[in-house]
């Protein structure tokens, strides 16, 4: 089983699109760019750093990217059994899996990106990842901080939770009192998957729900429940639950069954090095440029 991975927006670095601008799977970035009237090659070539992370336009480029490394991965002849995508890359799976098409999916991330960015301006938040420490420590940790919650269960003894940026900061402080090993503040533009992003889910609400679901081609596991699901699986429900609860990445990968090997839409590695925590010994290919074709040989057969 050849399982495919598509990662979130913190794995995007200026310029990291540019060795696929003239492959001839750039006409899915020309694609995304057309429905959404959004410079995305500007994006992914020049852009700079403080404008490629903005929330709304790390999200697009990000699913633009990785859809254009899916449809040539596609043209490689490697044909996936199932897609897992990490908060923003659940867009990108499912667009892979023909659950949405890429119009569609294209136009949801951009509502998804703008709806996170005006929440995240409601209230400050951010983001910190808590390292090895185990569940019930970190639960005890967390008892004075209530509005402090998990947001990303990434792999063993990596953890993300998210919150008030205040909270954060007292928490970082305190944290070798408290029994927590190593935390590390990350460069966000919110608490995502927190409650303080249930203002964009409300504002996501609609363009899910007038969303048409296809059955699909393959599977999708979805972030909120660790489960593999088709089109008619509540699309609509999961996507939104998703903006406020924990992505549970480290289930979704570690509870696959059989031997399946994996291949990685996008820049940075990031999820090829959680399979490798979760999954030890297992097959990772990771594809960020066109270069990296050439190491989806041992995928197959």
């Known amino acids: 089983m050849i399982v495919g991975l598509f990662p979130g927006q913190g794995s995007l670095r200026p310029g990291m699109g540019e060795p696929w601008m003239d492959h001839p799977s750039a006409v899915v970035i020309a694609q995304v760019a057309n429905v959404t009237g959004v410079d995305v090659p500007r994006l992914l070539t020049t852009a700079p750093l403080e404008e490629l992370v903005r929330t709304d336009n790390a999200q697009l480029a990000t699913f633009a990217l990785s859809s254009t490394i ?8 490697v ?10 890359g659940e867009y990108s799976a499912l667009a892979a899996s023909d659950i949405v098409s890429l119009e569609q999916g294209a136009l949801l991330v951009h509502q ?4 996170m960015a005006a929440a995240a301006l409601l209230e400050k938040g951010s983001m910190l990842a808590v390292l090895g420490t185990d569940d019930d420590t970190l639960a005890n940790a967390l008892e004075a901080f209530p509005r402090v919650v998990v947001a990303n269960r990434n792999a063993p003894g990596q953890i993300v939770v998210a919150g008030p940026s205040t ?18 503040p990350l460069e966000v533009g919110g608490a995502f998957h927190s409650p303080l992003m249930a203002p964009a889910a409300e504002a996501l609400s609609g363009a899910l729900d007038s969303t048409v679901w296809a059955r699909g081609r ?15 699986a509540p699309w609509s429900t999961l996507l939104a639950e998703q903006l406020t609860a924990p992505v549970e990445f480290s289930r979704s990968i570690g ?5 399946p ?3 990685e839409m996008g820049p940075g590695g990031i999820l090829s090095g959680l399979v490798g925590r979760i999954r030890r010994g297992s097959t990772v290919v990771g594809v960020a440029t066109p270069d990296d074709l050439a190491a989806l040989e041992v995928l197959r057969g």
């Open 261 to 263: 090997r994996f291949v």
């Open 218 to 232: 393959i599977h999708v596991v979805a972030n909120v429940d660790a489960t593999a699901h088709d089109g008619t």
């Open 112 to 115: 998804r990106g703008l709806a």
């Open 70 to 77: 899916a449809h040539a991965v596609a043209q490689s002849g």
């Open 255 to 259: 509870e696959l069954t059989g031997d």
């Open 79 to 88: 044909d996936l059994d199932l897609v897992v995508g990490h908060s923003l």
């Open 167 to 184: 909270d954060l900061a007292t928490l970082s402080e305190k944290a070798r009192s408290l029994g927590l090993r190593k935390v590390i």
